[in-house]
C-alpha cells in the first residue's frame, strides 16, 4: 500500500507551549486513522499542519509524496477538510456555500453543479438545496462540512471531531456517510472524544498525549500491547484496572483479590484511561 501521509519528527510549539513533540506518523491509502486524545493533546494541530493550515517548528510532512503546501495546487487538491469548528458561510444557502467551495477550488461551474447534486443526494441534504446555513440544525450543518469537503474529490479526508454534540441517531448518519467514503477507497484521519466511535469506523488508533503519540496500531494491536484482559476491581471509592495476557492469569490473579472484582476483556477506553490518566511524564 502506498503511504499517502508521512511525518517525521514534526514538532509545533506556542511559544513556551509544546503542541507537537517530535512527533512521526505514517498512514497508508485506504487507512482509517483514528487520532485520540485528551483536551489539548495536539490532535487540531495535526490535522491542521497536514491541511498546511499551521506551519510545523520542525520537521518533515509530505502528503501524496508533495510538500504541503496551501500554494501547491496539488496538494490542496488531495486534502478535504472537516474542521473542529463549522466555518460554513451562515447568510449563504446550502448550495451557495457549495458552489463558492467549487469556486475557490478552481472546479468549472458545469462540473460544480453535478457535483453539488451528487453530494446533497449522498449527505441527503437536498431538501435543504436553499435554506441559509445559519437555520440549519447541527447535524445538518455537519453533514454540510463533510459534502464540501468532498467537493473537489480528494483522497484524503480530515475530520475533527465531526460528530461532536450530535444526537445518537444523527450520529450514527454521520458514521454511515465516513463507512461509505472508506469503502469508496477515501483515506480518513478522524480526530474523537467518543471512543466508541474510534471502535466502531477506525482500522488503525492513535493515542495522543502532550503532543507525543504514545501508542498506535489497529484495535487487537493495542489490545495485546496493554493487555487483552483486564480486572478490575472497586476498592476505596477507587475503580482500579489491571491488564493481564490471557484469561487464566486475570482469573489467577483475581482470586486473590477479595471483594467488588470483574474479569472482562479490555476496551478502547481502558486502554485509553491507563495511557492518559496513570502513565503521566
Ligand atoms: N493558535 C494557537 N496559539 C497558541 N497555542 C495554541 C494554538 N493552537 C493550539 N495551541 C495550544 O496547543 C495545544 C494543543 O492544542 P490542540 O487544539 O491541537 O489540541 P486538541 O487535542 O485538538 O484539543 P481538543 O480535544 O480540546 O480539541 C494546546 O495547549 C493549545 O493551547
Ligand atoms: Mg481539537
Known amino acids: 500500500m502506498t503511504e499517502l ?28 486513522f483514528g487520532l485520540l486524545g485528551p483536551n489539548g493533546a495536539g490532535k487540531t494541530t495535526l490535522i491542521r499542519i497536514i491541511s498546511a493550515l499551521t506551519v ?40 451557495e456555500n457549495l458552489q463558492l467551495h467549487g469556486m475557490l477550488y478552481g472546479i468549472p461551474k458545469k462540473e460544480s453543479a453535478g457535483r453539488i447534486k451528487e453530494l446533497l443526494d449522498f449527505t441527503r441534504l437536498t431538501d435543504k438545496a436553499d435554506t441559509q446555513v445559519g437555520k440549519l440544525s447541527g447535524g445538518m450543518k455537519r453533514k454540510l462540512l463533510i459534502a464540501r469537503a468532498l467537493m473537489h474529490k480528494p483522497a484524503i479526508l480530515l475530520l475533527d471531531e465531526p460528530t461532536v454534540g450530535l444526537d445518537v441517531s444523527s450520529r450514527r448518519k454521520v458514521w454511515d456517510l465516513i463507512k461509505g467514503l472508506h469503502k469508496r477507497g477515501i483515506t480518513i484521519v478522524l480526530t474523537t472524544h467518543y471512543l466508541e466511535e474510534a471502535e466502531a469506523l477506525c482500522t488503525k488508533i492513535g493515542l495522543l498525549k502532550k503532543g507525543r503519540l504514545l501508542m498506535s496500531g489497529s484495535l487487537d494491536e493495542l489490545k495485546n500491547m496493554v493487555g487483552p484482559v483486564v480486572v478490575e476491581q472497586f476498592y476505596n471509592d477507587k475503580t482500579v484496572l ?22 472482562r476483556q479490555s476496551r478502547l477506553e481502558d486502554i485509553f484511561v491507563k495511557l492518559t490518566e496513570e502513565k503521566s511524564e
Not at 5 to 31: C, F, M, N, P, W
Not at 70 to 77: H, L, Q
Not at 242 to 263: H, R
Open 5 to 32: 501521509i508521512a511525518l517525521d519528527q514534526v514538532t509545533k510549539r506556542y511559544g513556551d507551549t509544546v503542541s507537537l513533540d517530535s512527533l512521526s506518523l505514517h498512514i497508508k491509502e485506504g487507512e482509517f
Open 56 to 95: 510545523p517548528t520542525s520537521g518533515r510532512v509530505l502528503v501524496a509524496g508533495e510538500p504541503v503546501n496551501r500554494n501547491n495546487t496539488k496538494f490542496k487538491s488531495q486534502i478535504g477538510l472537516v474542521p473542529q469548528h463549522n466555518n460554513l458561510e451562515p447568510e449563504l444557502t446550502v448550495v
Open 242 to 263: 489491571y491488564f493481564y495476557k490471557d484469561q487464566k492469569e486475570a482469573l489467577k490473579a483475581a482470586s486473590s483479590m477479595g471483594e467488588g472484582i470483574t474479569v
